[in-house]
């Protein structure tokens, strides 16, 4: 690892808007340090494009947040953490955080789980990492994986209390309730908004894990262990760049992240 | 204009592979011309993206196209058509057809249609592309516009036969049908794909309009009348280039096509 500085912000970034709940879980668990957050907007969704495609997008969003300056990128994206983490890993020599060990890791919290289930993109469900991260840490599992692809234009049309939207959810859930699934893994950052309908259509009978509360305690801990927590005095600061802006991105950035921000800027890359 | 050969492809693109309805239209139109397709696969949708966005894609395809020495430019998208063909006129010295125009004429053709709907994407509604031009050939016309981004999803899902889809469908073409629309303008590449769903939930009371066979129609009479139709001898070839590749992409390409293709070649731009 390079010398990093402790003061220089946090990297953040994702396909859209959806690694906005991250940011959220972040400064609820480390309200000290600064972000600088980048959604692709421009070229989202990146969940049904090809892994070669993911890690070329993904080494653009790290070189861009390189260029800023920041200390430790978190890849708050199912899809590119699922298939860019080694590239990206061997590429750049500061540390990089994934979502997928945080939530394998949560899941695993329970030692009572038996039966797994997980939702994501295409790219993020094909690409198996979750199913093979659990499955080296507990054998026994049950997994069961389902490809959800119409959740994310759904979340970011906004029709996550429309019938039709019910209707899909319900749809892709059921092989896996009828196989018994006592857990379910949102495996897309961009699910924590259909909490609410998940939780009614499970009965809360099923428990659901989403990885940004434990990916951002992951984030403190190693930032703590590796003495890089911010000790400047002054507010810190929070700065979110799209690739594309549009009202629609505006609006859902802020029930993402569920708090006020200054000027969206646009940049390319 | 600048001296081209006749003998060179047809370029075509689109955000993704929905532009193939206009490249079955041209092959059906034009058997003898050689085609070279480009899909930008990487960055679909562009319906959801700002104009400046969509903007530049659609510089950076016919800049493509462009590169591979076809004889004018089909802009096989309605979200490109409506936000960037005065910048590709501009720049570019060398026909260039959109798809607008065409479902504009094709639309007026019936003298008796008084209320017209369009469907399309948020881009291609919100730039009233389509409803400028209708309205300025025909005043007392009735427009009716409403944008329906699920769509592409739905289709790209290939979730076409899908009860969900049908209630989506339903919903979006809803006050349209309460305002007594008589005619349905097609405005994406995409939904001639609904076409059955169309009809049925239509009931054959509304005249559907699909601008693919009158684009093809439209390049046959651009190319007559300034000498560029094809005289080499030999089979006409179809290229096709896609930004991302994937299974998805060429299960669709066929079903858009309804023709079996050679290797779709992965390019970057």
Redesign the interface.
């Known amino acids: 690892m390079i010398e990093v500085n402790p003061n220089a912000p946090l990297g953040v970034f994702d396909s859209g808007v959806g690694g906005l709940t991250v940011v959220r879980a972040l400064m609820d668990v480390l309200p000290g340090e600064s972000i600088i957050y980048l959604g692709d ?3 989202v969704p990146y969940g ?3 892994p ?2 993911i890690r ?1 997008f993904a080494v653009e969003d790290t070189q861009f947040l390189l260029s800023k300056g920041v200390k430790a990128v978190v890849v708050a994206c199912n899809t590119a953490t699922a298939h860019a983490m080694p590239v990206l890993q061997s590429m750049f020599r500061l540390p990089i955080i994934g979502v997928l060990e945080p939530g394998v890791e949560a899941t695993l919290a329970d030692p009572h789980c038996q039966r797994v289930g997980i939702i994501g993109t ?1 790219g993020t469900i094909k690409s198996c990492a979750y199913q093979h991260a659990l499955a080296m840490k507990r054998p026994d599992l049950q997994i069961y994986a389902e490809a959800t ?2 959740l994310v ?2 979340i ?2 906004d ?1 996550i209390d429309h ?2 939207t019910k ?2 959810v319900k ?1 892709y859930l059921k092989p896996m309730l009828d196989r018994g699934m006592d857990t379910l893994v949102l495996g897309c950052t961009h699910y924590p908004l259909l909490k609410p309908l998940l939780v009614k259509i499970l009965n809360n009978k099923v428990r659901l894990v989403d990885s940004a509360v434990v990916c951002a305690e992951h984030v403190k801990r190693l930032l703590t262990e590796q003495e890089l927590l911010r000790t400047a005095k002054g507010k810190p600061k929070l700065e979110l760049y799209l ?4 009202e ?1 991105f505006e609006t859902l950035a802020k029930r993402f992240l569920r708090a006020d921000f200054g000027r969206v800027q ?1 940049v ?1 890359l």
Do not use: G
Request: proline share 10%; no cysteine; hydrophobic share 30%.
């Open positions: 907007t421009a070229r049904s494009k090809s070669e495609t070329k295409a692809p119409l234009p759904l970011e049309e029709w019938p039709a209707m899909i749809e690739t594309d802006l549009s629609q646009r390319s």
